[in-house]
């Protein structure tokens, strides 16, 4: 009976190990406090009552996306700042429009995967996997073709079309985040070391000193 007890008490022990998880996160760091007078735990948003919600906190508007811009794109987010109903409930989606030859630039959402879908035009898309191998994974998308891009890794959409294109993207997050990895490296505010650019990409210092100069446009 004794070893018995002492199975099924190591058994819920480890069952309990496995089923514990860290939760994914939903802002880009929250630091631990141990002084709980002056701690705020936040993955998240304050939720509102349940029976004063309406129509409106789970609706919004997307129009088109101005692609006048030196990257002829505009992603417009439908995250939960847009839709306020959408917090908690994992998932957003974004609008990608696209000029000819325009491009939506390297970049990573740090907390969802994304599934594209292209409604208008033919887009040239592809990601990076991780180290140590970086393997490149394209392909040429036309309407109705639908594309994945895991959670984290490096990704871009390019218009190869004649004419304008469309993209739909869903998130796997309310908040999802975005990092263009040109605006991120070399329009960091404050600036990163030149000797940390020049040595991480082998080139001369003046090339480093010419790109931090650049205006990094963001089309989010």
């Known amino acids: 009976m004794k070893s018995s007890y002492l199975f099924f008490t190591a058994f819920m022990a ?7 998880f860290d939760p994914s996160p939903l802002q880009d760091f929250c630091v631990a406090i141990n002084d709980t007078n002056n701690g705020v735990f936040v993955n998240g948003k304050l939720c509102k009552d349940p029976k004063l919600a309406t129509a409106n906190d789970f609706f ?15 992603v417009t987010p439908v995250a939960v ?28 959402h740090p907390r969802a995967t994304e599934i594209l879908i ?34 984290g890794l490096i990704h871009f959409q390019l218009n190869v079309g004649y ?19 040109a605006n991120a490296v070399f329009g960091s505010n404050p600036k990163i070391s030149s000797d940390v650019l020049t040595k991480a990409f082998q080139v001369d210092n003046k ?6 100069k650049q205006f990094w446009y963001d089309n989010n």
């Open 14 to 20: 480890l069952a309990s190990c496995a089923l514990a």
């Open 60 to 74: 919004f508007s997307v129009k088109e996306g101005n692609t006048s811009n030196s990257l002829g794109s505009k």
């Open 81 to 108: 700042n847009e839709i306020l109903g959408l917090n908690t409930l994992g998932i957003s989606l974004a609008r990608i429009d696209f000029a000819p030859r325009g491009l939506n630039p390297p970049h990573t």
């Open 118 to 151: 292209v409604l208008e035009g033919t887009l040239y898309v592809g990601f990076v996997t991780s180290n140590p191998q970086n393997r490149l994974i394209t392909k040429v998308l036309n309407k109705g073709d639908v594309f994945v891009f895991p959670i």
């Open 163 to 181: 004419g304008n294109a469309v993209a739909i993207g869903g998130l796997s997050s309310q908040n999802p985040g975005v990092i263009t990895i």
């Open 207 to 212: 090339i480093v000193d010419n790109l931090q």
